[in-house]
């Protein structure tokens, strides 16, 4: 107590003698000595590449500390609960904001530090009241944070970016900050993958019937019992990361030749970060998405978010992650439902950076959006890894606890099985290690650990950890039209956008009857018997993935396919 006071009463003179007039190095001194604040390992596929130029210009992002994040949580679980009086009662921004806002001196105290180097408040902006963001070179950047910036090249997508790999900031300051980026975050696209199989001829392209080797939007209607069209009141987004762009033309052509009841639909662009859709460039996964979006969420507004930075390592514009939750939490009207497929391993990520990221998305869900990330696509292997060694991997975002997590599911012989892809990939599945089960979610994983593991798997999965997916929907292989062509592709990254678009369609219906979106959706599918009860289970297959068999399908929740897939028209009117 007697520490806290002493701090509580340096910071106040502190701000008392700098306010108004720029901080001398002394007085920054006063602040305390660097101490380190986050430190990770980088992912073995990514090497170091050489330094970042000098002069090379990054947007450092400040995570403040939240005076309330607590009791955001707790708004939010009650809001969120399928037996609360105060179910979907979602929060606007500005109520949110209220539970997210630093203190005022946590705010002098980062002026204080800064002011110190040359950076006044012309030259911070505050995107959301709990982040600031300046722009400087990434000399200065390493001055600021007692660091050195490398650049990093990541041997799968070929992306490379300026990264850290430690930083310390003055010891007081920890009290005041939760995370400064893009220092220490290794994310990559999970985008979908092209399949290795010939490119089926124009009569199979254009066949409207369920052929599990070729899976069309009436295919999935057919499959999900899909039995509403709506009123185009619900936005729908879908996200495309560091280079990832869709074209408009090729959106056209897919409705003509496989939904030609949903043409002249198109979607918007929509810039974060700094990166702008090229329409003349798409790739697989931003035709994927958004063609999957126009056809299935129709006629809901589609946006196509390209999700910066871009791949110039002498601009970078910050973290992709925490650009998104900057936008999704900075909108008067944000979209009903986003999907996303992106993450990375979560023992390359921080504590307090897995953390943080995770509250933006918690702070999107009390807004009554609902989020959405695909699970990966190497099944225990997280984003490929070739052994597990040393324990199963997960993957973040998609074990954050206020997220729901969307795994993959192929037919075989009419039946539905936890998907395997290409590429001895399989649909992504496990246990965080550093997120614990949520209450939502506790009896389900503990029940999973008791009937269907053996001591075999002692070691290597956490058994208290929060399980991922929450649901599933099918994988693979999806016909999508690509530079004027169609490609057959498979994923998660597929299933992400389907469930996103499937469940804008029942927020239009929730919109239309005077009730509000669903938001975050978790403790309705797991709590509600109604909810549950329209969710297919699928009790067949494993995630393989790094030389081993992964987790086995069972019954009930499971870490392969999550509590399962759907039947629209029941979970629309369990929801409803």
């Not at 600021?144 to 997508?157: A, E, H, I, P, R």
């Not at 560091?242 to 090729?250: C, M």
């Not at 003509?256 to 974060?272: C, E, K, L, P, T």
Request: with cysteine.
């Amino acid at each position: 107590m007697v520490s806290q006071i002493l701090r509580c009463t340096i910071a106040a003179c502190l701000i008392s003698l700098c306010y108004g007039s720029p901080a001398t190095p002394q007085q920054a001194a006063k602040l305390g000595n660097p101490a380190l604040l986050e430190k990770v390992q980088f992912p073995m596929e990514w090497t170091e590449a050489g330094a970042p130029k000098p002069e090379a210009m990054v947007t450092l992002q400040i995570g403040l500390k939240q005076a309330d994040i607590k009791g955001l949580q707790k708004r939010l679980m009650d809001a969120a609960h399928p037996d609360s009086s105060n179910y979907g009662k979602w929060l606007s921004k500005e109520e949110m904001e209220k539970y997210t806002s630093p203190t005022q001196q946590s705010v002098d105290m980062v002026k204080v530090w800064l002011g110190a180097h040359g950076i006044f408040d012309h030259s911070i902006s505050r995107p959301t009241p709990d982040w600031m963001e300046i722009r400087v070179p990434i000399s200065q950047a390493e001055t600021l944070l007692n660091s050195k910036y490398s650049l990093f090249k990541d041997s799968v997508t070929g992306k490379t970016m300026p990264r850290t790999t430690e930083y310390s900031i003055p010891r007081l300051l920890h009290n005041h900050i939760d995370t400064i980026q893009p220092t220490t975050s290794f994310h990559r696209n999970i985008g979908a993958q092209p399949s290795t199989n010939a490119t089926e001829s124009t009569a199979v392209q254009k066949r409207a019937t369920c052929d599990p080797d070729n899976i069309t939007p009436a295919c999935i209607r057919t499959y999900y019992n899909v039995d509403y069209t709506g009123n185009g009141k619900a936005g729908l987004a879908v996200t495309g990361f560091i280079g990832y762009s869709a074209s408009h033309s090729d959106a056209s052509t897919f409705l003509s030749q496989y939904d030609s009841g949903n043409s002249g639909s198109n979607f918007r662009d929509g810039s974060i970060g700094g990166a702008q859709n090229d329409p003349s460039n798409p790739t697989l996964e931003g035709n994927l998405d958004t063609q999957i979006a126009l056809s299935l969420g129709h006629p809901n507004p589609v946006t196509y978010l390209a999700v910066g930075p871009n791949n110039d390592p002498d601009n970078q514009f910050g973290d992709e992650l925490v650009n998104l939750g900057n936008y999704l939490n900075s909108q008067s009207n944000p979209p009903t439902s986003v999907s996303t497929s992106y993450g990375g391993e979560e023992n390359g990520f921080s504590s307090q950076y897995l953390d943080r990221i995770c509250n933006e998305f918690m702070k999107a869900g009390s807004r009554g959006v609902s989020i959405f990330f695909s699970s990966g696509d190497f099944g225990v292997g997280a984003n490929g890894e070739a052994n597990c060694n040393s324990g199963f991997y997960a993957l973040f975002p998609a074990s954050c606890p206020y997220i729901t997590s969307v795994g993959a599911t192929q037919f075989y012989n009419g039946v539905e099985y936890a998907a395997h892809f290409e590429r001895n990939g399989s649909t992504g599945g496990g246990f965080s290690y550093h997120f614990g089960a949520p209450d939502y979610q506790t009896r389900d994983t503990k029940s999973y650990v008791n009937n269907n593991l053996d001591s075999s798997y002692n070691g290597y999965y956490n058994p208290n950890g929060r399980g991922y997916p929450d649901i599933s929907l099918v994988g693979e292989y999806y016909d999508i039209i690509l530079n004027g062509g169609t490609q057959r592709v498979y994923g998660t990254s597929a299933s992400s956008p389907a469930w996103a678009a499937l469940i804008s369609l029942i927020n239009d219906y929730r919109i239309s009857i005077g009730k509000s979106t669903l938001g975050f959706l978790n403790p309705m599918l797991y709590q509600n018997s109604a909810a549950r009860s329209a969710l297919i289970d699928i009790t067949n297959g494993n995630n393989r993935g790094c030389g081993t068999n992964g987790f086995p399908a069972a019954a009930g929740w499971d870490p392969t396919t999550g509590l399962g897939t759907m039947n629209f028209a029941k979970l629309r009117k369990a929801l409803s």
